[in-house]
């Protein structure tokens, strides 16, 4: 399976943001765009300004980055995306990474970071509704309970010593003491980050 194996630390200086890929160290001084803020390489500093495709790939790259997806699943994610017609397509598109289950398990704050939470979910350390699931891209559907493996709930206690659980987002419940959490609706527009620019992306791939 392909993957990226090059420091993480270099995807948010390359994008010029905080993309919080390596879960509590991002929030401390040791972030590395907190003592670099430019891109990598002998002639990260050099950047010159960006053309109007050289803003839509960034953006396009940046959330891709920060979901943790490969090419491939982020250009499949798009073309759900544009085939519903209820929702706009920048906004389904962030919805269906939102879904995702490695995403959700770190938004509910049982992980600090979507990787670990890869991680743990191929491990079989989580359920949902019951059943064991091994698939991290899994579409989890409102009202679906994801929760954590008997064998599971000591490593996560240890994770949260180091790391103390946040804050879930409002479109998700979270039972902090059985270490259960559960999607109650697709998030709106006005619940996900406001510095994303979704309609850069629909340009990127509308080209």
Same mark, same amino acid.
């Given at each position: 399976? &392909?993957?990226?194996? @090059?420091s993480?630390?270099k ?5 010029g ?7 509590t160290r ?9 003592r670099?803020?430019y ?6 500093q @050099?950047r ?5 495709? &050289? ?7 940046k ?6 997806v490969?090419?491939?699943q ?8 544009t085939r519903?017609?209820?929702?706009p397509?920048?906004?389904?598109l962030?919805?269906l990474?939102?879904?995702?289950? @490695?995403?959700?398990?770190?938004r509910?704050?049982l992980?600090?970071s979507?990787?670990q &939470? ?7 350390y989580f ?13 989890v ?8 493996? @008997?064998?599971?709930k ?20 979270v ?11 697709h998030?709106?527009r ?7 620019k ?10």
């Amino acid at each position: 399976m &392909a993957r990226y194996t @090059d420091s993480v630390c270099k995807l948010c200086r390359n994008e010029g943001v905080k993309l919080f890929l390596k879960g509590t160290r991002c929030y401390t001084t040791k972030c590395a765009i907190e003592r670099r803020r430019y891109g990598p390489g002998q002639h990260g500093q @050099d950047r010159k300004k960006q053309s109007e495709y &050289a803003l839509q790939l960034r953006e396009k790259q940046k959330v891709r980055r920060s979901y943790g997806v490969l090419e491939s699943q982020f250009a499949a994610y798009f073309e759900v995306a544009t085939r519903q017609k209820k929702v706009p397509t920048g906004l389904k598109l962030l919805q269906l990474l939102e879904s995702r289950m @490695d995403n959700l398990v770190h938004r509910s704050g049982l992980v600090p970071s979507r990787a670990q &939470a890869r991680q743990l979910i191929r491990h079989g350390y989580f359920t949902v509704n019951g059943k064991v699931m091994s698939i991290a891209s899994y579409q989890v559907l409102p009202g679906q309970v994801i929760a954590v493996t @008997d064998k599971a709930k000591k490593l996560l206690k240890t994770i949260h010593e180091n790391s103390p659980m946040m804050d879930a987002p409002v479109w998700m419940t979270v039972d902090k003491e059985n270490m259960t959490a559960s999607l109650v609706n697709h998030p709106s527009r006005e619940d996900l980050d406001p510095t994303i620019k979704e309609a850069l992306i629909v340009e990127y791939y509308s080209r």
